[in-house]
């Protein structure tokens, strides 16, 4: 089996998640989507983020009813730092039946060369790019653009951040056209991002 991975926090997963996992078994070879719930970006260190279990239950909830596309939890029993060339190993190492491809957005293609292990990475997997601001200008500026390896998603550019549905919850704005109903009951439920 092909199964891409769409690694992030989801705190919360939205729509643009969705859509891009929608997409990527639309438009590529890949048999199953998961969205790796990673317990912290190395690059955000500095950022709070929910409970793991928070973000586990949005993320489920988001799902439901959604063919091929699941929610993988195996990076928050992993240590910590996580990195993504390290997970992707692991994955290998416990499921070596399948084959594991990368999904990421043009603005982490742009800063490949500052993650471990990029060419690794590579070596091993396919990458798979959807567009996001500034599309044009990531795909100049990485050096992996090039490479045999990635492909790009064609389409509408995803400009939706969990960063802006926690403001909005913050200054009391509605989110239902950014997350599904189930998940922003849950968010209201449980007073999340709040403060």
Request: contains cysteine; aromatic residues 8%; glycine residues 6%.
């Amino acid at each position: 089996m092909t199964i891409a991975c769409l690694f992030g926090t989801f705190d919360p997963l939205h729509n643009g998640h969705l859509n891009i996992a929608r997409r990527v078994l639309a438009e590529s070879d890949v048999d199953r989507v998961w969205l790796v719930i990673t317990p912290m970006n190395p690059f955000k260190q500095d950022q709070a983020i929910s409970a793991d279990e928070q973000r586990v239950v949005m993320a489920r909830a988001a799902l439901e009813g959604e063919a091929g596309i699941e929610v993988c939890t195996e990076e928050l029993a992993l240590p910590s730092p996580n990195y993504t060339a390290d997970t992707l190993a692991h994955f290998r190492k416990r499921w070596p039946e399948h084959q594991f491809r990368l999904v990421m957005g043009s603005d982490n293609l742009a800063q490949l060369d500052r993650w471990k292990d990029p060419e690794g990475i590579l070596a091993h997997h396919n990458i798979i790019v959807y567009p996001r601001p500034g599309y044009e200008m990531h795909r100049n500026q990485s050096g992996f653009a090039e490479h045999a390896g990635v492909t790009f998603l064609e389409g509408p550019v995803m400009d939706l951040s969990s960063t802006r549905i926690r403001q909005a919850v913050r200054e009391g704005k509605p989110i239902g056209h950014w997350v599904r109903a189930q998940v922003a009951a849950h968010i209201a439920a449980n007073g999340l991002y709040k403060d």
